[in-house]
């Protein structure tokens, strides 16, 4: 099983700004992804991360509010720009094993925006 | 259509009995994959348990059982001798194959059940 490092955990940020999430993988994985979580709801994937490509977005999520960087196999991040009390919600990572039985995440990191 | 259905908002259980969490399933492919997760209150998502749509004996691992019907498209996620540590969000979620590579499609997730475990 793949072990996921993220960080920061948690982070307070103010509106306006923006914060990188990132996401560090002990053993090299094809595909990260990465989900957003709003208070009290189910995960949300924003987009799929392969390297060597450009990340692939689900509907309702842009480029421009959440880049995303996967610069090698064990490495991605994930921009929150712009932010706004709206974003406020737990982001995740997220890597497929080998097996198609495998995903593993990473901590989570929660954002608050004030 | 809802693709992962978890009708239970909420459960409760008392310690050392189990519970059964419910999981029903939409998806025409043949090949898919179930997954369940634990969620504590800190936020994580810790992999519990996984079913294929082609295993023939029901998943299990240590008090975590999967009780699967193909044919009534359900994932119950069993849990035996519930333990106060249990308390949290579960959710269930699948996989199914994309094109023509076979490569896995992302996951999609139910809605989660919250488990609460008393005394």
């Known amino acids: 099983s793949a072990v996921i490092s993220q960080k920061p955990s948690r982070d307070i940020c103010q509106r306006g700004t923006s914060l990188t999430i990132q996401c560090q993988v002990d053993s090299q994985v094809t595909m990260m992804f990465w989900y957003r979580q709003q208070p009290g709801q189910s995960l949300t994937l924003i987009a799929t991360a392969n390297q060597g490509s450009e990340a692939t977005y689900e509907s309702g999520f842009v480029i421009d509010k959440f880049p995303i960087s996967r610069p090698n196999l064990t490495f991605s991040t994930l921009t929150v720009s712009n932010m706004s009390p709206e974003d406020s919600s737990i982001y995740l990572c997220s890597a497929e094993g080998e097996g198609f039985s495998e995903a593993f995440f990473g901590q989570g990191t929660r954002l608050t925006v004030v | 259509a809802q693709k992962i259905t978890q009708t239970q908002p909420g459960m409760f259980v008392q310690e050392k009995e189990a519970v059964t969490l419910d999981c029903t399933y939409d998806t025409s492919d043949p090949s898919y994959g179930l997954f369940w997760y634990k969620q504590p209150s800190s936020g994580e998502m810790i992999f519990l348990i996984y079913?294929?749509?082609?295993?023939?004996q029901n998943a299990t691992e240590g008090r975590y059982s999967l009780n699967f019907q193909k044919a009534r498209k359900s994932a119950n996620l069993v849990i035996s001798a519930s333990q106060l540590g249990d308390s949290a969000m579960y959710f269930c979620?699948?996989?199914?194959?994309?094109?023509?590579?076979?490569?896995?499609?992302?996951?999609?997730f139910g809605t989660g059940t919250r488990l609460q475990v008393t005394l």
């Open positions: 079913q294929g749509s082609y295993d023939q």
């Open positions: 979620a699948m996989r199914e194959y994309v094109g023509d590579t076979g490569t896995a499609s992302k996951l999609t």
